[in-house]
Structures are given as C-alpha cells and as structure tokens.
C-alpha cells in the first residue's frame, strides 16, 4: 500500500470538498488526511488531500484533474512513499 | 400538439405568474423560467423532453410563452433516455426536464449513460425554494448530491444573479473535450425571481488540450515499423465528428480495423480490410486480429473490460499508440507507448501515412472471409441474425437504429451495417435496459424525415413501455422490431453457460400481448413466428406510414456466438455449447 499527499488548487466552491472526495473514494484511494482552506482574496482553495492506495497516484490525479474547479493538482513528493 | 389552456390551482403563486410576467416584460426583466429558455433558444434548442410537477412549475408556466417545443413524455427516465438519443442522433446538446424529488432521482439512470457513453445533455431540474432546502420538504431531495458521481458536472442555482451564466456554463462543459451530462438544479423561489439578462456569456473552459510534437514522431516511426497493425475504433470518433478523417486515415494506410459497441458507423462497413466488432461478442476475424497484431492503433476507445476480456493477455504482442481527448483514459488500462492527446480531427491525418502491410491485409482478409457470418438455420423457426441482416439490407439509407440490452442488442451489433455513428444508438458503457424506446423518441424527434427503428427484446421493452404513449401522443412513425423470446435471454444464456442452467428468474413467458399492447396505443402492429413471414413483415413495417411494432417470435434457447467467456483471452472464445 502506497501513501501518497496531493496539493490542490480549486474554485471556492462548497461542493468542490465532496468533488475530491467521492471521486477519491470511487477510484480506490483511502482517504487518510486532509487539510483545506481558502484565500478570501483571490477566491481559490487549497486542498492537502492524504490517501493510500495500491493504484498508481496518476490514476487519482487525472481524475481529479478532470473536474471542472480543479485548477491544479500536484503530488508532494516530499511526503509521498 | 395545441398547449392547454388549464393551469393547475396547487400553488397561488403560479397562477399569479402570467400577470407577473407581462409586468416585468415592460420593465426589460424576466423570470428565471424565462431566463432559462432565452438562453435555451440561444444555444439553438429547439427541442427538450420532460415531465412537469411541483417544484418545476414556474419552468412550465414560462415554457407556455417559448417557441421550445416540449414533447411530454410518461416518466422522467423516458424523458432522459430520449435527450440522449435526439443529442446522439443530431450530433446536438440534449436537454431535459424533471421536478424535484422523484422526478430528479428518476433522471439518474439516463444522466448515468449518458456519462458513461460521454453524451452531451443538459439536465433542468427544479428544487423546492432555497427557504425550505435541507428541511426535508415535500419533494425534497438532494439531486446535487446524487448527481456528482453521474454526471460531467452539476450546479445548483441558489441566486438568480448566477444563473444565466451557470446555463450558459452548462451547456459549454457539456460539449466541451469529452462530452458528457450536466445538471442544473433550480429552486422554485430562483425560478420565479426577476432578473435582467446580462446578454450571451462566452463560457471559456480550462483543459484544452494541444497535440505534443514529439509524440507524432514517435508515433510515426511506429507505425512504419509495424508488420501487423490493426486500428481500434471506437465512440469518440464520432463524438468528435472525425468520421472523415477517420476514413480518410484508413483509405491511405490501408490498415485493417475494428471497431467497439459504439464505434460502429464510423469505418465503412464495406472496407474489405475492416473486420467488425471486436470483444466479448466480437467476430472472430477482428478477436485474431488483434491478439496477433503488433501494433494497435486506439482512435477515441479506452479498452473497456468487454472490449479486452482478459486484460493481461490482450493483444499481448502489440505497441499502442492511443488517440484520445481525455488525459485520464491514457494508460488508464493498457500502458501507451505513444499518446497523442487532443481532437481526433486534428490529429488523425497527422499520421495517415502509406504503409507496407500487403502480407498482414491478406491474412486479415482470409480470416474475415474464412470465418464469416452463417445464415443457414435448421427448421421454420425464425433465426434472428437473418432477421436483423434482412432488416439492414432493406432499410432506407440514413435509418437510424436504437437497441435495448442483452441479446437482440448483440445481434444487431453483428449482423446490421450502419454507414456512421449517428445511425447506431445504443447503450454501451452502463448497459441499460429499456434505453431503446425513448433513445427512438429523441432520434425521430431530432430527425423527423428519417427512418427510426428500435431493436428491442421482450425484457428491455417492458423497462420503459409507457413511452408507447409518447409516440401516440406525438404520432411520430417510430418503428419498432421486437424480438421475442419469452426470456431475459442473455441473462438466460450466462446462466446456460456459467451458472449450470440453473435459470433463475429469467422466464418471461408471462409477458403481455404485444400486438394488443401496441393496439391500445393506436400503433399498428403484427406478430410473426415462421421464418416464412419475415421477408413481406419486414417490408410492410417499412411501408407503413406510422408507428410500427414488429414482434418476431425466436426460439428461447437461441444464444449469441461467438463470446469470450468472462476474464479469457479473446482469442479463446466459444462459437457453439
């Protein structure tokens, strides 16, 4: 089992939170951690999002990066292992 | 149809909003109901399908002063399934209607096809007003919610001032890359809110994707060093309107193809180097093919698992080269060893190059000719594949087929020539019964002059049977070809198969009388059983100046060959118990 944490850059969006996370679950990631919140200046999100998995993280990333509020999805390579 | 001059007493204020609307009519303000069909009307809809009820009503009441022709149809998942098929038929955005509650929740099954086969529609749905939300009201629920894992995307319009550029969104992210559903959820107060219009909003989307160079290159050099390279088509070649250039690609390499469920129309049926479907249900020439190729060329297809059987053994020797719009279905199942993103239309004839192959097209077209289709069937029973091949050779030109699921839908898939995508509707990826009739609805509506004809079996048709009265209703001269074998036949053939004939729950042999079912409808229908009927049956459904309802009696203990049994390579499949 693989642990990964992505940094997200998103729409304020209330919903965007329940985006990441069914789509997270439905692709077979375990949701471990996470941390949002927003920058009420420039209206984006940031969302650190821990989940393990068995699956590769680009699999989760290119979902993710398919919804429509999602402006930036990276993996943190520092914490991944 | 004339509209109806009566208007339900439920709730005071609809009464109230014709007076209301002519008011801010002077004023230059509108409804949000009539918001919706100004934008509606902007993004060329002529046409939506729905069902009206509570929470939707200040929608209805606008719609009565719209030029938008409204087909009613007798439940909402009719009303979904027919958006997909008009959008699928006319290469245009659906849209549909439902109340809040109910009629939302019955959207989900078609909004879930139509994410699952990436078709355009654009989902209205009323909500109770933003006051009462989350207080459990009457009609209640959270569509919003329930539509994250359905749809492309979803809104929830809780301020009128967001709402014509949210519609405008809407109908944008649906069209936009892969295609797909959209909701728009509206609650009654926003609905009845006044607003100006703003004027068309140009909805800019992120994600536009651009071909890498250095993927055609590579590319390139491997389909030059390919001995034995097959193209594996499939439905986004005709989501992208890349039938052309798909030909065009085929034309100049000369490479033999096949083709998904949904690719079906897009490669000429009578290119001697295509070699049909491919897949669980595929033919045996296009299985073999591709197990033997070296390289695989995938247009618009994502290896779905029906498609590769056992993955691991799939076309165990080939390179891949994937054409697609969307990132995440590269290496999603089959590792590419050349991805080239971005509008098959664009990219297509980037790699139409000459090859020399002359030794892999005479081998492909020996096995096509070596294991081609057999008619020859013993006895007077009917033999549906003859059926269907017979209905295909004499058809009209531009006939537009639909299919239900299970074994009627395979056969048609085997045995029936469609000369592009938008004459081959049916439900691939989710597999939903009782798609075909409505899908018929919407094709007919968006393509009045055109033959439709709905494939059906005796199990799908009674999913979404109360449609039946939207084709009275509209007297639209939809045909239908019922192949009737008492069963839930592929349910039937697996437990045969797989599950040591023990046949659970799979007798319908209480069906109704289909004849008499139609006839109450006012549809003309006949009932055949011998093989005898079916040439002059054929002919007089086509001849008939209206709607149509075939039922072809077949033997129950018929099965679809070949199949790749589950989790098997397709090169090992079953052609006879």
Redesign the interface.
């Known amino acids: 089992m693989n642990h990964y944490q992505l940094n997200i850059k998103a729409d304020d969006k209330q919903?965007v939170l329940?985006?990441i996370l069914?789509v997270a679950r439905?692709r077979g990631f375990l949701i471990e951690g996470i941390n949002a919140k927003v920058n009420t200046g420039t209206h984006i999100g940031t969302i650190e999002l821990m989940v393990r998995s068995e699956r590769p993280i680009?699999?989760l990333v290119?979902?993710i990066?398919?919804?429509?509020d999602i402006?930036d999805v990276k993996v943190d390579t520092n914490v991944t292992k | 149809m004339a509209k109806e001059k009566t208007h339900t007493n439920e709730y005071a204020i609809d009464i109230q909003l014709g007076e209301l609307n002519k008011k801010m009519a002077s004023e230059k303000k509108q409804t949000g109901g009539a918001l919706l069909f100004d934008v509606l009307q902007q993004h060329g809809v002529e046409h939506v399908f729905g069902y009206p009820g509570g929470a939707i009503m200040p929608i209805y009441d606008a719609l009565y002063d719209s030029d938008v022709q409204h087909f009613l149809c007798r439940h909402e998942q009719g009303a979904a399934f027919s958006a997909v098929g008009y959008a699928r038929a006319a290469g245009k955005v659906g849209v549909c209607f439902a109340t809040s509650g109910p009629g939302a929740t019955n959207l989900i099954t078609g909004l879930a096809d139509a994410l699952a086969d990436s078709i355009p529609i654009v989902a209205i749905t009323g909500q109770v007003p933003t006051s009462v939300m989350g207080s459990d009201a009457f009609q209640e629920i959270d569509i919003?919610?329930l539509s994250?894992?359905c749809t492309?995307?979803s809104f929830q319009v809780t301020d009128i001032n967001d709402l014509e550029k949210v519609l405008h969104q809407a109908f944008a992210?649906a069209l936009e890359g892969r295609q797909g559903p959209v909701l728009v959820d509206i609650p009654k107060d926003v609905q009845i809110g006044h607003i100006v219009s703003q004027g068309t909003v140009v909805s800019t989307?992120?994600?536009k994707v651009n071909l890498p160079p250095a993927n055609v290159g590579s590319a390139i050099a491997m389909l030059c060093h390919a001995k034995q390279p097959v193209l594996y088509v499939g439905g986004g070649v005709g989501m992208a309107n890349a039938v052309d250039e798909l030909r065009n690609f085929i034309d100049i390499t000369n490479i033999p193809s096949v083709s998904t469920l949904k690719g079906l129309g897009a490669i000429s049926p009578d290119n001697e180097n295509y070699l049909g479907m491919l897949g669980m249900h595929g033919t045996k020439a296009a299985n073999l093919a591709v197990q033997e190729s070296d390289l695989l060329v995938v247009v618009g297809a994502r290896f779905d698992d029906r498609v590769t059987g056992k993955l691991d053994d799939f076309a165990p020797n080939a390179k891949v080269i994937h054409f697609d719009i969307?990132?995440?279905e590269?290496?999603?199942r089959r590792v590419a060893n050349s991805a080239i993103l971005g509008d098959l239309k664009t990219n297509l004839p980037a790699l139409a190059i000459p090859l020399a192959i002359e030794d892999w097209q005479q081998k492909c077209q020996q096995m096509k000719a070596d294991f081609g289709w057999e008619y020859n069937h013993p006895g007077n029973t009917i033999f549906a594949p003859a059926v269907l091949k017979e209905l295909s050779e004499k058809m009209p030109k531009n006939t537009c087929i639909t299919t239900d699921v299970g074994q009627h839908q395979m056969w048609a898939a085997q045995h029936m020539s469609f000369n592009d995508p938008s004459n081959f509707l049916t439900s691939g990826g989710m597999g939903t019964m009782g798609f075909g009739l409505p899908a018929a609805i919407g094709a007919q509506v968006s393509r009045p002059t055109d033959c439709i004809i709905a494939v059906s079996g005796d199990g799908s048709i009674m999913m979404n049977v109360q449609e039946l009265a939207t084709i009275k209703r509209f007297q639209l001269p939809v045909k239908i070809l019922l192949i009737d074998n008492a069963k839930l036949g592929m349910v039937r053939q697996w437990q045969d198969l797989f599950f040591a004939g023990r046949l659970s729950e799979t007798d319908l042999s209480d069906n109704p009388d289909f004849v008499m079912l139609a006839n109450a409808f006012d549809i003309k229908a006949k009932k055949i059983t011998g093989k005898d009927e079916v040439s002059a049956a054929i002919e007089e459904m086509l001849e008939h100046n209206g709607p149509y309802l075939l039922q072809v009696k077949i033997d129950a203990a018929d099965n679809v060959w070949p199949l790749v049994p589950p989790n098997t390579a397709n090169d090992k499949m079953m052609e006879s118990t």
């Open positions: 919903v329940e985006r069914q439905y680009s699999f290119d979902q990066n398919k919804l429509i402006k | 919003f919610g994250l894992a492309k995307h992210i989307l992120k994600n969307d990132t995440a590269i290496n999603k």
